[in-house]
């Protein structure tokens, strides 16, 4: 059974004194501070393909510098192509080797296109990126894979209590994100404690769920269009913010396995709809006998 999930969170400020042991740090060569990490939390290094650009140099002295404090290093993510795992692929194979010298945990990235038997064995972690759209289709069977060959699994942009939930409920074993940036340190680390403490408390565990690719129409069906109302900005996910599907719905993902615990209510089996239990057994009101008698109030 795995650990608990873990939130890396991508910031340079001192976390220590304000944050819960399920929050470690997200770091990068462009991130700023090591406190934390120098402090003992849990890490992950990012490439920062998505930040601006890759400098193999600038990297690579970057990680040379993370290594006093390899002892607590999930990942190093070897650089990846976005929305592209041909080429990815080909990063891999070139870099694999230079960056496995350094003796860290080496992370793959999935990206679109990415298919079950492709997954470099040698990889340490594998790591969920892609879009939006795709990650909605393949994303749990791709971690279900990654767990099946007894790696630990990791997906990125995980920025709201819904992803954190989704995840929790799969074969996911951290996440990152850049919500403190959204909103400040102290108002993200209060908001993401509470929804690590929420994926605490689970009726399933990820080997009990069945999960299976969804049908692009299916998938298209339930992508977000709107921006929901009433959320505050900076607390919406990217894909909501983009007005792309959110990383996961559950409920059309996957269906729990016979050999699952069953719903304390009862019932035939339980289906995921949205989170919530849709075979629950519905109470049959019973008609008075001949000789009750009925309060006043009420009424049949």
Same mark, same amino acid.
């Given at each position: ?10 910031? =340079? ?26 402090? =003992?939390?849990?890490? =992950? ?7 601006? =650009? ?247």
């Amino acid at each position: 059974m795995r650990d608990k999930m873990l939130y890396l969170a991508a910031t =340079g400020s001192d976390i220590e004194a304000r944050a819960g042991e399920h929050v470690g740090i997200m770091t990068s060569p462009n991130s700023g501070s090591r406190q934390s990490i120098e402090l =003992g939390r849990w890490w =992950g290094s990012d490439c920062d393909v998505l930040a601006g =650009g890759f400098d193999e140099d600038n990297y690579f002295n970057h990680i040379e510098k993370m290594m006093p404090y390899a002892d607590k290093c999930l990942f190093c993510v070897i650089p990846d192509v976005p929305g592209d795992a041909e080429h990815t692929r080909i990063l891999w194979e070139h870099s694999v080797r230079q960056y496995g010298e350094l003796s860290l945990p080496l992370a793959y990235v999935m990206q679109d296109g990415s298919h079950l038997e492709d997954l470099p064995e040698e990889a340490d972690v594998f790591f969920l990126g892609g879009t939006d759209e795709w990650r909605e289709r393949y994303g749990a069977v791709m971690l279900e894979r990654g767990a099946a060959l007894g790696k630990r699994t990791h997906v990125g942009r995980v920025n709201s209590a819904r992803r954190v939930k989704a995840l929790a409920m799969l074969h996911c074993d951290s996440v990152d994100g850049t919500y403190l940036a959204f909103c400040g340190v102290d108002h993200g680390l209060k908001d993401v404690g509470g929804w690590m403490a929420q994926t605490q408390a689970r009726l399933f565990h990820p080997d009990d769920i069945k999960v299976s690719v969804l049908p692009a129409e299916l998938t298209n069906a339930h992508r977000k269009k709107h921006v929901p109302a009433g959320r505050r900005k900076g607390r919406l996910d990217v894909g909501e913010m983009s007005g792309e599907a959110s990383l996961f719905d559950v409920g059309q993902q996957v269906k729990v396995q016979a050999s699952a615990p069953q719903p304390l209510f009862g019932g035939e089996g339980l289906q995921l709809l949205g989170g919530r239990p849709v075979t629950r057994r519905k109470r049959q009101r019973r008609a008075p006998a001949a000789s009750q008698t009925l309060p006043r109030s009420v009424a049949l």
